[in-house]
């Protein structure tokens, strides 16, 4: 007497679909354990961004420049930070004295290197002055006292234009602004960096002088700040996904399925990166973005022909 019975699976396919399908419960398992794995792995994902990493780094000028960068800095880290005069130029006791106090606080920050930080009032601004036979004197330009007199602070605007490292440099050429560069230490994290940045501009910020700051690490540290808000961006849009994905399936299964399939592997692809010690650049992070939603739109396309 004739049964029915399922058709005999002929390609290596069918017969890898075959077995799925009998032991279900036992590769269902099997993806929950491996999954579970590679979530431990996207806990440990480093995410920094290393400027040695977006340069070829067996070039041989790089390679001189990290033999350089162990004493003199790798100059990827430098901030300017400006002080302007909102009402004139910055020769004027109060102005002096915010960029005095500002450069004396900067200097002795852990997080830079002090050597490299410069301004008019640090100590290794010297002015260069020749006097009767021919003698050569090195004097500070503003360290340790600023000007106080009328006839100083003519001296030191004299000092400072008439000298071409200073004109145009460390004072802007219409007087209204002085620089203040230093450079953050390799291990200083961006948000560290930020926090301290933020703080000097407020603290010396009020309605006669403004503080301005530029620089890789200021930079960064936005990007950083800002993660929150990028998270808020990609919730939304998941949110926006799981709703279309309603609308086209109309039921439960249709809208689990792309998603859970994406989900999964996003983790696997975090819990790899996690383990291997790949940097993931937050810069990237719209890129994953991008390649799980594309993952779901492949499901998509699956589960309706599923469904079909």
Same mark, same amino acid.
């Given at each position: 007497?004739?049964?029915?019975?399922?058709?005999?699976?002929?390609?290596?396919?069918?017969?890898?679909?075959?077995?799925?399908?009998? +032991?279900?419960?036992?590769?269902?398992?099997?993806?929950?354990?491996?999954?579970?794995?590679?979530?431990?792995?996207?806990?440990?994902?480093?995410?920094?961004?290393?400027?040695?990493?977006?340069?070829?780094?067996?070039?041989?000028?790089?390679?001189?420049?990290?033999?350089?960068?162990?004493?003199?800095?790798?100059?990827?880290?430098?901030?300017?930070?400006?002080?302007?005069?909102? +009402?004139?130029?910055?020769?004027?006791?109060?102005?002096?004295?915010?960029?005095?106090?500002?450069?004396?606080?900067?200097?002795?920050?852990?997080?830079?290197?002090?050597?490299?930080?410069?301004?008019?009032?640090?100590?290794?601004?010297?002015?260069?002055?020749?006097?009767?036979?021919?003698?050569?004197?090195?004097?500070?330009?503003?360290?340790?006292?600023?000007?106080?007199?009328?006839?100083?602070?003519?001296?030191?605007?004299?000092?400072?234009?008439?000298?071409?490292?200073?004109?145009?440099?460390?004072?802007?050429?219409?007087?209204?602004?002085?620089?203040?560069?230093?450079?953050?230490?390799?291990?200083?994290?961006?948000?560290?960096?930020?926090?301290?940045?933020?703080?000097?501009?407020?603290?010396?910020?009020?309605?006669?002088?403004?503080? +301005?700051?530029?620089?890789?690490?200021?930079?960064?540290?936005?990007?950083?700040?800002?993660?929150?808000?990028?998270?808020?961006?990609?919730?939304?849009?998941?949110?926006?996904?799981?709703?279309?994905?309603?609308?086209?399936?109309?039921?439960?299964?249709?809208?689990?399925?792309?998603?859970?399939?994406?989900?999964?592997?996003?983790?696997?692809?975090?819990?790899?990166?996690?383990?291997?010690?790949?940097?993931?650049?937050?810069?990237?992070?719209?890129?994953?973005?991008?390649?799980?939603?594309?993952?779901?739109?492949?499901? +998509?396309?699956?589960?309706?022909?599923?469904?079909?």
């Amino acid at each position: 007497m004739p049964t029915d019975s399922p058709p005999k699976p002929q390609t290596w396919l069918d017969r890898f679909c075959w077995l799925v399908s009998v +032991h279900r419960i036992k590769v269902l398992a099997l993806i929950v354990m491996i999954t579970a794995i590679f979530a431990y792995g996207a806990t440990k994902i480093q995410s920094e961004v290393r400027i040695s990493e977006m340069m070829p780094y067996d070039h041989p000028y790089l390679k001189l420049h990290a033999k350089f960068a162990e004493i003199f800095g790798t100059g990827g880290s430098g901030v300017v930070i400006a002080l302007k005069d909102r +009402h004139g130029d910055i020769f004027n006791t109060n102005s002096l004295t915010k960029l005095k106090r500002m450069t004396e606080e900067v200097t002795f920050w852990e997080e830079v290197y002090r050597m490299l930080t410069v301004s008019i009032a640090s100590q290794s601004a010297k002015v260069v002055k020749t006097k009767a036979k021919g003698v050569i004197v090195i004097e500070s330009l503003m360290f340790p006292d600023i000007p106080r007199t009328e006839q100083e602070m003519a001296e030191l605007k004299k000092n400072i234009f008439s000298d071409p490292s200073k004109n145009g440099i460390l004072v802007s050429e219409d007087g209204s602004a002085a620089l203040l560069i230093t450079e953050f230490k390799e291990e200083v994290s961006y948000q560290r960096s930020l926090e301290l940045l933020q703080a000097i501009r407020d603290k010396y910020s009020d309605d006669q002088t403004s503080v +301005h700051i530029v620089g890789f690490p200021m930079l960064m540290g936005w990007v950083y700040s800002l993660r929150p808000q990028m998270y808020m961006v990609f919730g939304i849009s998941i949110v926006a996904i799981i709703l279309v994905l309603i609308l086209i399936f109309r039921n439960f299964q249709g809208m689990f399925s792309p998603v859970v399939n994406a989900f999964i592997l996003t983790i696997w692809g975090l819990g790899f990166t996690g383990f291997s010690g790949i940097n993931f650049n937050p810069m990237l992070y719209v890129l994953a973005f991008l390649v799980g939603s594309r993952m779901i739109g492949n499901s +998509h396309q699956i589960a309706y022909r599923y469904f079909e």
